[in-house]
């Protein structure tokens, strides 16, 4: 959609500038927020935070963009109830991706909590598809947490003759990746203008508005 920075552009000879570059220049804002949805159509809103679409504060971590990704830093995380367990990775906030690619020692400790979960050879994770997954909570900023619900993680039956889901939560080969599985528990907000991400709880029976509206143009300058 031409939601990251320009810096990966690789048209050539000259460069083009991305869909959120060419049109940011008649926002009321250099932001968008997204609210995805499980198993229902989300919405993005171009411009502007929509304050109904989130409950309490939004929290900002700042963003790391020199490779051209919305890069952030977690702090943590949290298998079902138990304890927190402290751990600095980066990630890259990314609405393009489905899953969630977390660092290996981390997804190892998710899944030895589900009983009859498997390792594949191409290092993939499969789980009973009939099995109560925990969730697993990935904590940013030390003080505040994004929940991933279990039944989010019970991905996908590849095979419906095997009673044997994909996970959700992945091992990270080449850097971690917070796909849609993540984004859909929160109102996220990406802001260019200050190079930073914020988060918070999304509204309960918040759904997808009618389109039309332009509430975050500035129409005849």
């Given at each position: 959609m031409?939601?990251?920075?320009?810096?990966?552009n690789?048209?050539?000879?000259?460069k083009q500038r991305t869909?959120?570059e060419?049109?940011m220049?008649?926002l009321?804002?250099?932001?968008f927020a997204t609210?995805?949805k499980?198993q229902v159509?989300?919405s993005?809103d171009?411009?502007?935070?929509?304050k109904?679409?989130?409950?309490?504060?939004?929290?900002?971590t700042s963003?790391?963009?020199?490779?051209?990704?919305w890069g952030?830093?977690l702090s943590?995380?949290?298998v079902g109830n138990?304890?927190?367990v402290h751990m600095?990775?980066d990630?890259?906030?990314d609405?393009?991706t489905?899953?969630?690619?977390?660092p290996?020692?981390?997804?190892r400790?998710?899944y030895?909590k589900?009983?009859?979960a498997?390792h594949h050879?191409?290092?993939?994770?499969?789980?009973?598809?009939n099995?109560?997954?925990?969730d697993?909570?990935?904590?940013i900023?030390?003080?505040?947490?994004?929940?991933?619900?279990?039944e989010?993680?019970?991905?996908?039956n590849?095979?419906?003759?095997?009673n044997?889901?994909y996970g959700g939560?992945?091992?990270a080969?080449n850097?971690?990746?917070?796909?849609s599985?993540?984004?859909?528990?929160?109102?996220v907000?990406?802001?260019?203008?200050q190079?930073?991400?914020?988060?918070?709880?999304q509204?309960?029976g918040?759904?997808t508005?009618?389109?039309?509206?332009?509430?975050?143009?500035?129409?005849g300058?």
């Open positions: 031409g939601l990251g920075f320009g810096v990966l690789s048209v050539r000879p000259i869909f959120f060419n049109v220049p008649y009321a804002s250099p932001v609210s995805l499980h159509p989300g993005y171009i411009g502007y935070i929509d109904r679409k989130h409950t309490g504060e939004l929290v900002y963003v790391n963009n020199t490779e051209g990704f952030i830093t943590g995380y949290q138990g304890t927190t600095s990775f990630a890259v906030a609405t393009g489905t899953l969630a690619i977390l290996d020692p981390l997804v400790d998710y030895s589900v009983p009859g498997t050879l191409e290092r993939v994770w499969y789980v009973p598809c099995t109560t997954l925990p697993l909570g990935l904590v900023n030390d003080n505040y947490t994004v929940s991933i619900p279990g989010y993680i019970r991905y996908s590849p095979d419906p003759k095997v044997n889901c939560v992945q091992a080969r850097g971690a990746v917070l796909g599985m993540f984004l859909k528990t929160q109102y907000v990406f802001d260019y203008g190079l930073r991400l914020g988060f918070a709880a509204a309960k918040n759904e508005r009618r389109l039309g509206r332009s509430r975050g143009l500035r129409l300058r």
